[in-house]
């Protein structure tokens, strides 16, 4: 579903990311571990075609990035760190403002919006202007909107950040059933016990290189991910 | 702390208006000496204003033995100056601060806070009060033809400082009633535009009505001194200065800090209660209804559409010249017979009547940058729109289409009010018809290449990104600019017809329009879409 190869972006002189190589498949949730400044926010946003990159090659779906882009975004929802919304819209008229640029039949957003917005608890909030909505409420809104219009690729910067402990739980439960129904999921996260117990496959980062990638199994082995982790930083940093 | 807290509030107020951004930049000396003598420059021009204003009251009120109207005059003129001056900043520093969390939380009292709030209100009214106090006191000394003792002008001074005291007070009354009423309001973008466009409406009368009022003044200063005698405080303040009166002075002294010291009583017993109240406009509850289903396209407007209409500060300032063009088309047909009657009888000059005003609706259509600032103004959310499956270029042109959907019916409204009073007829009114909707296209497409250009998603306001932005600058001296050549061609060489000088700058016009948007739709789409 994702095929990032060979991925280089640099700032200036310093290389952001450095030949990453990954591969999401459809069903998976991949995710994305490093220490802050990694570059794992870089990574994301090249995949969803936000940042353009130096050198190596993203498709998705069979669709290339950076030759594609438009069929590239029409099948991927990207949440960022932080959802800074348009705050001079309704709840509602956010989603319908996303439903009608995705194309998204009037029964589906009317159904999807219903259905997302009760798992959240924000449905009676809708109608607010997201000026006054809370960190949280605004990560809610970014993340109905992103299964709003049924993508097949669903990116995220650290989705679970402002999250209450029933939505965080609820978002672990729609992002199985999205990879049960044959989507796929790449996000980041610090979170390591919840990259632990959701994931299928985990890709470690520094600074801009890929240190350990695999399958939960592979990766951790019979430790937890927070010592390899660590081990692993610790290792590079010796 | 106070000095801290003081230091740190006026930084905020000068970082404000000096359009200083979010990022670690220094702003350069350089910058700040520009933008210093810019606020110099700002000041003379009112000040000067005053000047003219007192300087035409002072002989005839002195001859007439009413100097304390005079001085009556000065300290109401001072006032109303500092209140308008100051009641948005007492608005925003008192009841609405953003930074009441973070200072409580810190070990600091509370009083310190207010105190400090207050101080800064109290320098930007003693700034605004300087407008008003240093031209009436040159004037009443240059022109009144009056002695003036240094026990007087000590008492003017006094007064000139403790007025400030009294203008806190209804400041922060004032604002207090306009939080309370704005805070239960939906829509806080429509009041704050109609709040700003009263003020700039009254501001303009009062500009153009200012010489034959200031004349009414100074003719009328018996029965104005009848009037203004009869409120106490008033003459009391002209009494204290004009005669060094020291009971009037008292009075007057005591007017100025008792309301202020019992506000600031009440302000400080509340204030803990007025930093931590939870405002906000009564709850909309969603009521589920059938969604509505539009195209890309069209959700891509209403996006630019709904962004304009909620900020005042961008449909203030980037919309103010389709307000003025629709004042215009008014202005136009009331008294445009009037106005240009005369005019048209005149061999010369009737044959340029409309080419000039054709042009002059263009120039007033270069006020309209309604584009400029659309793409900076992305800022935080630029993500959205970069992550949606959708050409850069419609998005761009979703842009355009809010600029020239907003400014072609104000510049048609302009043209049809032309047309009725100047009939023109052949191929003038061919151009009259075609030329402004080419303009109106030109000055969108300008200011759009201008913000691809230059981008600037570094900006701590929608206003500051409106007002302050080089983009900005292009769109409203480059669309003017391009007018000098016709005007010129127009008074300058005569033998050529008026027709075939619009003619082709109409052409002209309508080269650069193709030019431009087919960079937009390449070359601009291609920014847009890298942009960070």
């Known amino acids: 579903m994702l095929k990032i190869d060979h991925l280089t972006k640099t700032y200036g002189d310093k290389k952001a990311v450095d030949d990453l190589s990954l591969h999401i498949a459809p069903g998976e949730i991949y995710g994305f571990i490093g220490h802050n400044g990694a570059g794992k926010t870089t990574t994301i946003k090249a995949c969803c075609g936000i940042l353009p990159f130096d050198g190596g090659e993203i498709t998705v779906d069979g669709k290339s990035v950076k030759t594609d882009p438009i069929g590239c975004k029409a099948v991927t929802a990207y949440i960022p760190d932080n959802p800074d919304l348009y705050d001079f819209m309704s709840g509602i008229k956010y989603l319908t403002f996303i439903a009608d640029v995705f194309g998204v039949s009037k029964s589906d957003r009317e159904e999807r919006v219903l259905r997302y917005a009760d798992t959240f608890g924000l449905t009676s909030d809708l109608a607010q202007p997201i000026s006054a909505y809370s960190h949280g409420m605004k990560q809610k809104l970014a993340i109905i909107s992103a299964w709003l219009h049924a993508p097949k690729l669903i990116v995220m910067d650290e989705p679970f950040v402002g999250l209450d402990p029933t939505a965080s739980y609820k978002l672990k439960e729609m992002m199985r059933a999205h990879c049960d129904a044959g989507g796929a999921i790449f996000f980041s996260t610090h979170v390591l016990d919840v990259a632990e117990k959701l994931c299928d496959k985990v890709a470690i980062i520094k600074e801009g290189r890929l240190l350990e990638s695999g399958s939960m199994e592979e990766v951790k082995g019979n430790a937890s991910l927070e010592s390899v982790f660590l081990e692993l930083e610790g290792d590079e940093n010796a | ?532």
């Not at chain 2, 007064?159 to 009423?181: D, K, P, R, T």
């Not at chain 2, 900020?311 to 088309?329: E, Q, T």
């Open chain 2, 1 to 532: 702390m106070l000095k801290i807290l003081l230091r740190a509030q006026l930084g905020a107020y000068w970082a404000r208006f000096s359009g200083a951004t979010r990022s670690k930049k220094r702003q350069g000396a350089g910058k700040a000496v520009l933008f210093s003598l810019l606020m110099l420059y700002v000041l003379g021009c009112f000040g000067f204003m005053m000047y003219g204003i007192f300087s035409q009251l002072a002989a005839p009120f002195a001859a007439a033995g009413l100097s304390w109207l005079y001085f009556s005059m000065y300290g109401l003129m001072s006032l109303t100056l500092m209140v308008i001056g100051s009641v948005f900043t007492a608005k925003a520093q008192l009841y609405e601060a953003k930074d009441n969390d973070l200072l409580l939380s810190m070990p600091i009292r509370p009083g310190a806070i207010l105190a400090s709030r207050m101080l800064t209100l109290g320098v930007v009214n003693f700034v605004c009060g300087l407008i008003v106090s240093v031209p009436a006191a040159i004037a009443w000394a240059a022109r009144s033809g009056q002695v003036t003792t240094g026990a007087q002008w000590l008492n003017y001074c006094l007064i000139s400082l403790f007025i400030i005291l009294l203008s806190l007070s209804l400041a922060c009354l004032l604002a207090l009633l306009m939080s309370l009423f704005t805070s239960r309001l939906r829509s806080k973008a429509a009041v704050d535009t109609i709040v700003s466009l009263v003020f700039l409406l009254a501001y303009f009368w009062f500009c153009f009505r200012m010489n034959s009022m200031i004349a009414s003044l100074a003719a009328s200063g018996s029965y104005l001194a009848g009037k203004l005698g009869g409120v106490a405080p008033l003459y009391w303040m002209g009494l204290a200065i004009a005669e060094g009166n020291m009971g009037c002075l008292a009075a007057t002294l005591a007017i100025c800090i008792v309301p202020f010291a019992a506000i600031y009583a009440v302000l400080a017993a509340t204030f803990l209660h007025t930093a931590t109240a939870k405002r906000g406009a009564a709850k909309i509850k969603y009521v589920q209804r059938e969604q509505k289903v539009s195209s890309p396209f069209s959700a891509l407007y209403r996006r630019e559409l709904a962004r304009f209409t909620s900020s005042s500060g961008y449909l203030i300032n980037a919309g103010l010249g389709a307000i003025f063009m629709v004042v215009g088309a008014v202005v136009l047909l009331v008294k445009g017979q009037a106005l240009f009657g005369s005019f048209s009888q005149l061999p010369g000059l009737a044959k340029l009547l409309t080419p000039v005003l054709v042009l002059g609706i263009c120039a007033i259509a270069g006020m309209t940058t309604i584009s400029a600032p659309s793409v900076s103004i992305e800022g935080k959310n630029l993500w959205i729109a970069q992550s949606l499956p959708v050409p850069a270029a419609e998005i761009l042109k979703a842009k355009l289409t809010l600029h020239i959907s907003i400014l072609l019916p104000a510049m048609l409204c302009d043209v049809a009010a032309l047309l009725i009073v100047l009939r023109p007829s052949g191929a003038m009114l061919a151009l009259a018809l075609v030329l402004p909707p080419v303009f109106v296209f030109f000055t969108g497409v300008l200011g759009l290449t201008a913000n691809l250009r230059h981008p600037n998603f570094d900006w701590v306001t929608e206003t500051q990104c409106v007002k302050n932005s080089m983009a900005v600058m292009i769109a409203l001296f480059g669309s003017w600019g391009a007018l000098i050549p016709p005007f010129v061609l127009l008074f300058a060489v005569s033998e050529l017809p008026p027709w075939a000088v619009l003619t082709v700058f109409t052409a002209a016009i309508a080269a650069a329009d193709v030019l431009l948007y087919r960079w937009i739709a390449t070359k601009g789409a291609r920014r847009f879409s890298e942009m960070k």
